[in-house]
């Protein structure tokens, strides 16, 4: 189960990495159909890039954070629950932070700080998985 979560915890921050992949890709592909004579507005769907960092952001990483939370609780990583708890949290944020840059563009900066940091913790607790002895389990004998 350590290797599962230690597993997890990289799929999540090279899924981020993926995910300024795809917004970098979406955002290069608009601006040369807009060189081309696109015209981006209300009706206008993105394109491969943005379906995919869409996708990524919220159904992939969404899962991987649920299953490093679910996987915590069996890996016996000293402070795994905590670390996938973390993960899951950015999670969550870098979502709500997501549907709130809608509203007020100004947030998207901290929906792109927050990706560091989810990336920086999932992999910090991926580490944890692979260096850390595993925590002893009590046990009790009769005497």
Do not use: C, E
Not at 24 to 38: E, N, Q, R, S, T
Not at 55 to 77: D, E, N, R, T
Not at 128 to 135: E, F, S, T
């Amino acid at each position: 189960m350590r290797a599962a979560y230690r597993v997890l915890g990289i799929l999540i921050a090279v899924s981020v990495v993926l995910q300024a992949m795809f917004i970098a890709l979406g955002w290069f592909i608009a601006l040369k159909d807009v060189d081309g004579g696109l015209v981006i507005d209300k009706n206008y769907d993105g394109n491969i890039g943005h379906t995919l960092h869409g996708q990524f952001g919220m159904m992939v990483i969404p899962i991987l954070a649920l299953l490093l939370l679910i996987s915590s609780f069996f890996a016996k990583v000293p402070g795994g629950i905590k670390w996938a708890l973390y993960v899951f949290g950015l999670v969550v944020l870098q979502i709500a932070l997501a549907f709130l840059s809608f509203a007020a563009p100004v947030v998207g900066l901290l929906h792109g700080l927050n990706a560091f940091a989810l990336a920086a913790v999932a992999s910090m607790a991926s580490r944890r998985a692979a260096g850390a002895p595993a925590v002893a389990t009590a046990t009790t004998s009769t005497v």
